[in-house]
């Protein structure tokens, strides 16, 4: 089982995007898989079709009143489950203020989750966090073995890394000596401009200078599927669908799933990779039903897109 973090303290770089598709593209590929929503937005859930009303039992029951993963957990689709969130989840760092080991409470409702003697119940289990670095994002990352950093390429992109990075560090010398920094997934790319290509090349620069000291980002690369711009991408959670169910065709389906071949370590790192997933497409009947005629599919450029995306703090 491959246990893994999306973090990122900031909003808007495309974590939620990456947990879901992601998890979607391992899920199509015949992957078990399980998604975590960590942040009280509970953007992972509405995105998964699980829309939150605050009656459901979510990750706060497992973190505030023990009740086990799978009493929580629901299936969203075939091989993909959810443990959802809810606004409760924003309660839970005050209510487990004084609680001894609070940041441990996911890694042993996780480990009581594995029946002793069988195989573990998830190939893949992928938490989506929220933008902090408090106490819910660290239950995340003690439980996780791995961490992928979703960052979206501007001039700012750097900045803030390294104290993430220290976290992990952190992390990892106190709670999790397994965690380790597996890679930054670079997310709304541009590929035509100058900035987007400068901010990799300083990425992979930044992470080479690390290469074989003793901290968690020692191996970490830089994803070499980049996640281009795609309104498909902005439009499938309201929706309640990944991009595979949504729209299966876009360069966002092709991305996340050339990302997800490059997880499993099936194809060579490409920027925009052959899709080997096979995604179920609808085949209409031959007869009796007017044709169906599909709209061009057009890429809008980025300036004229109505994607919103949270301007970065300086
Ligand atoms: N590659 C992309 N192309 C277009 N829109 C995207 C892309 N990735 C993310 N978005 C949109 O950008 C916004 C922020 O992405 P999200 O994944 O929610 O970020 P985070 O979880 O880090 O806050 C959302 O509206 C999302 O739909
Ligand atoms: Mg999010």
Known sequence: MRTIAVINQKGGVGKTTTTVNLAAALALAGKRVCVIDMDPQAHASTHLGAEPDGTLPSLYDVLVSNKPLAAVRRMVGDNLSLIPSDINLAAAEVELAGIVGREVILREALAADERPGSSAPFDYVLMDCGPSLGVLTLNALAAA???????QPHF????GLSKLLETTALVARRINPKLTV????????DAATKLAQEVVTDLTAFLAQSRGASV????AKVFGTKIRRNIKLAECPSFGKSVFGYAPKSSGAADYAAL??????????VVVGPLKISVPVEVPPAVDVPPVIEAPVVELPARQTTVEVEPAVA
């Open 182 to 189: 597996t890679g930054v997934v670079v997310c709304l790319y």
């Open 145 to 151: 073995d791995e961490v992928f950093i979703p960052l």
């Open 216 to 219: 968690p980002w020692a191996n």
């Open 156 to 159: 700012l992109a750097l900045h």
């Open 260 to 269: 997800a071949n490059e997880v499993l370590g099936v194809s060579a790192p």
